[in-house]
């Protein structure tokens, strides 16, 4: 249970970071030039606590599929969801963009970050339930 709660913290504290540094930063001309798809920034604040709990939930999401299927399998295993999760998430967006007239290029620069968010996070995880030594039997 320990290491489910400390990957769950350290998840989603990079996945919170990483999405204001990219979303909010590297991305925020990006965003600007869709601005009439989105909320007023004044809106989006007030709702902020929503994009915290999101990012929590899809925390914990990723350190409960890991604990159920992927434990032992270290940073490798890590990766591998990682990978499979965002190409789920790419999948939804390219949906997304039949119906909702975001810009491709955005979607497309969303989809890279989405790659590197969840491979990281698959890194944290996969480091916190990295599969224990093997223990040398010694007469």
């Not at 989006?44 to 925390?59: E, P």
């Not at 999760?85 to 970050?113: N, W």
């Amino acid at each position: 249970m320990k290491r489910f709660v400390i990957a769950f913290i350290a998840a989603f504290i990079f996945i919170f970071f990483w999405g204001w540094l990219y979303n909010g930063v590297l991305l925020k001309d990006v965003f600007a030039q869709a601005q009439s798809l989105f909320r007023p920034r004044e809106e989006i604040m007030g709702l902020f606590h929503w994009i915290a709990i999101g990012q929590a939930g899809l925390a914990l999401s990723f350190v409960m599929i890991y604990a159920s299927g992927f434990a032992g399998g270290g940073i490798a295993a890590g990766i591998r969801l990682g990978i499979m999760l965002e190409i789920l998430a790419v999948s939804a967006r390219c949906m997304i963009y039949v119906t909702q007239p975001f810009p491709a290029k955005l979607l497309v620069l969303v989809s890279i970050g989405g790659f590197i968010e969840m491979i990281v996070a698959g890194v944290i995880v996969g480091a916190i339930y990295k599969p224990a030594p093997a223990r040398s039997s010694s007469p």
